[in-house]
Each structure stands twice: as C-alpha cells, then as structure tokens.
C-alpha cells in the first residue's frame, strides 16, 4: 500500500532555540488539521536543541529531523526543508513562536477555496517572554493593497505564512544575497505570479526580542529592503505611486542618518494596535 502524502509540509529551522523549541513543537502538535508532515532542520544547535527536539521526533511519526552539520544559516536551511517538503501546501513556523490550534485549518481551507492566492498569512500577537502582551499586528486581506504596502512595510509576518509548494517547484526559493531581508524578495517573486491575502485574524503568537536584532544586521537589513523596492518600483504587479517613491528615498537617506534601533521603535509605536 503507498504511503499517504501529507497536504501540507511544516518547515521549521532551529538554532540555539532550546528555551523556546518545545513550545513551538507542541503548538504544531497541537493543530485541529492534522495532515501534515513537520520537516524540523536543526542548524548546528550546540545548545540542548536537537536533544528536546529527537524527544518529540520518537513520540510522533510526523516529524522529520534533518540536522545540518554546521551552521547553514536560515536560507540554505528553509531551502533545505522545502526541497525535501511532499505537501501541497507549505507551512512556515519559526522555534520561538506559537502557532493557534486552528491556524493550518483555517489557511488550508482558505487557499482550497481561492487557487490564485498564492501566499497567505495572519495577523500575529506580539508578547515577550514575561507573558506580557504587546499589541496585535494587523494586516491587510486585499491583494491589491498589499501589493501598494510592500513598498512599505513587510506584507506579511514571515512566520504565519502557508504557500503553495508549486511556486519553489518552479524555481522560486530564498536568496542568500537577501539576508536578513530573505522574505521581502521572496515575497516579491512570488506576487509576479499569485495574489496575496491575509486572514484577518490572530492565528500566531509572535515572541519579541528586543534585544535580538543588532544595529548592523538593522542596517543591513534596511539596505537590502530599500534596494529590493527600488528593483521593483517598474515591475507591473505592483504599483509604485508617488507615496512610495518619497517614502523609500526619504528612507534610503535615514539609513545613514537615524539609528535603525530608534526607526524600528517608532515602527513598532505606529505599525501595531497597541493593548
């Protein structure tokens, strides 16, 4: 009898994570859709990582544990497990993060019933590890609308994403070179050919770090942003008004002049409905 292919594949790359990992893991578990295979790449972890993670491999046939023999870093690693992926659909969670139980229901359900979407994502709850809840990130449902915003802000929270596993086998994976923007390029290789959309509700809790992020990879980061959006200003899936162009060449001269920490504060402060 041939093995049963599961619709969606999880993919979920862990580094150092060991404080975080388990929760992250049952949260999957726990989902009211239960036809996935959970594809977990450990990074070359040298903490207790791959130790918790081989607990939960042995009491559930569905995951997957690929582990790198060093430090691949999030591209080649997300590469690594959609590559091995067999779902339909493609699922991505991060180790820190929480998915809700029914957050592959209601995304499978979605893009069975709109096949021209070829990404969608949530809204997501920020909280820190105190427990406290920071606010929810909103994002708009639109296609048209997200494809105005990109030039703005990021379309959709990276870790709430479902696609479809027929736009990789095209020959559309993560960039190396877009690091630590891999998903801004991504995103926009993937609405030249699809819609976009979000569902308009909490279907992830995102864990902030405020301390996570350096001011050089903040930098970096904007860099590479600004420069994916000026790469993309003509290209006729998109609309590149007036708007954008100030914005991003207001922006391109902040880089150099305003903190990327103060910015990505003042982000936070205007981007999410606050509690």
């Not at 991060?94 to 096949?115: A, C, G, M, Y």
């Not at 993560?174 to 030249?192: H, K």
């Not at 100030?246 to 903190?259: A, E, K, R, V």
Request: hydrophobic share 35%.
């Amino acid at each position: 009898m041939a093995k049963k292919i599961p619709l969606v594949s999880v993919v979920m790359p862990v580094y150092n994570s060991e404080k975080y990992v388990a929760q992250a893991i049952e949260s999957v578990l726990n989902q009211t859709f239960k036809d996935f295979e959970f594809i977990i790449i450990d990074d070359g972890s040298t903490d207790k990582s791959l130790e918790i993670i081989k607990k939960y491999a042995k009491k559930d046939k569905r995951i997957k544990v690929i582990v790198n023999n060093s430090n691949l870093k999030i591209c080649k690693t997300l590469n690594k497990g959609i590559k091995l992926a067999k779902g339909k659909y493609i699922a991505r969670m991060d180790s820190d993060d929480i998915s809700l139980p029914t957050r592959f229901e209601e995304q499978v359900n979605f893009l069975e019933k709109n096949p021209d979407v070829g990404i969608v994502g949530s809204y997501i709850k920020l909280f820190e590890d105190s427990g406290k809840i920071l606010g929810i990130r909103k994002y708009s449902q639109e296609d048209k609308e997200l494809k105005e915003r990109i030039f703005f802000y990021s379309p959709f929270a990276h870790p709430t994403v479902m696609m479809r596993k027929e736009i990789f086998d095209k020959g559309i994976y993560y960039q190396e070179v877009d690091f630590p923007s891999e998903d801004l390029n991504l995103w926009f290789r993937i609405g030249s050919r699809y819609k976009f959309s979000n569902i308009p509700k909490v279907l992830l809790n995102y864990r902030y770090h405020e301390n996570s992020t350096t001011g050089s990879k903040l930098r970096k980061m904007e860099k590479r942003a600004n420069e994916l959006r000026w790469m993309n200003s003509r290209n006729p899936a998109y609309h590149f008004g007036i708007k954008a162009f100030l914005y991003n060449f207001f922006h391109l001269i902040s880089i150099y002049l305003i903190p990327s920490k103060f910015k990505l504060w003042l982000f936070g402060k205007l981007r999410d409905t606050r509690k």
